[in-house]
């Protein structure tokens, strides 16, 4: 079955600054690729998402890339506010099944 | 829309009791899944089910069982609480195909003494 491997566990980051969150997976047969972001006392809530079909995704300061042959995906949020300051699951499916499977997850806090 | 609504919110067992968590949803999704969430385990699924009478097992369904009786309703039962069992759990939807939002509820903490 799939495992999404994710880093770091923590990133600290300076208001303005970039921050990046890695992710892998293990089944090739993977092509669905989505972020969550969990504030606290609040279950997760989709921020954006890609398939395998595309290299890079733009949403405002927010992307995600991928890169399928070395089976990884990583999300970027440019220009940081303190409100980012969340916990980041990245996560993997097979495209049409009903198993997303999740990484264990990025705390990011981003001091003002 | 209420979207997911998971109750209680808080609960504490002791050893070998059983309860129910509560799942509903008014977004008439098919699909319904229960995670729970460890520190440093990230969201592992337990169990999920993708139509009314149909479910299915997830990554870690020991110790859990599920039914799906209606479209709104997907609860999560606890036949005899271990402290393994210790943590917070989320229950999430979508509609459509794999490619769709999970709509996460707010979680039940869960604490087995």
């Known amino acids: 079955g799939e495992n999404v491997e994710q880093h770091p566990s923590t990133l600290s980051v300076q208001e303005g600054d970039s921050a990046v969150i890695k992710c892998t997976y293990s089944?090739?047969?993977?092509?669905?690729f989505p972020w969550y972001k969990q504030e606290l006392g609040k279950g997760p809530q989709l921020i954006i998402d890609?398939?395998?079909?595309?290299g890079e995704k733009k949403d405002q300061r927010i992307a995600v890339t991928l890169n399928k042959t070395a089976k990884h995906f990583s999300l970027h949020i440019t220009e940081t506010q303190p409100e980012d300051s969340a916990v980041y699951f990245c996560?993997?499916?097979?495209?049409?099944?009903?198993?997303?499977?999740f990484g264990t997850g990025t705390r990011l806090q981003v001091f003002p | 829309n209420a979207g997911v609504t998971q109750t209680p919110k808080f609960q504490v067992l002791k050893t070998g009791q059983s309860m129910t968590l509560q799942c509903a949803q008014d977004?008439?999704?098919?699909?319904m899944s229960w995670y729970r969430q460890d520190p440093g385990m990230g969201l592992r699924l337990i169990h999920y089910?993708?139509?009314?009478?149909?479910?299915d097992q997830g990554e870690v369904p020991n110790g859990y069982n599920v039914s799906r009786s209606t479209t709104e309703d997907f609860p999560l039962r606890l036949l005899s609480a271990a402290p393994s069992q210790t943590s917070v759990y989320f229950c999430?939807?979508?509609?459509?195909?794999?490619?769709?939002?999970?709509?996460f509820g707010n979680g039940t903490r869960l604490t087995v003494t």
């Open positions: 999430a939807s979508r509609e459509g195909q794999g490619n769709s939002p999970l709509h």
């Open positions: 089944d090739s047969a993977s092509n669905y």
């Open positions: 890609i398939r395998s079909n595309v």
């Open positions: 996560a993997a499916s097979l495209y049409n099944t009903d198993k997303l499977i």
């Open positions: 977004m008439n999704h098919e699909y």
């Open positions: 089910s993708v139509g009314a009478g149909i479910t």
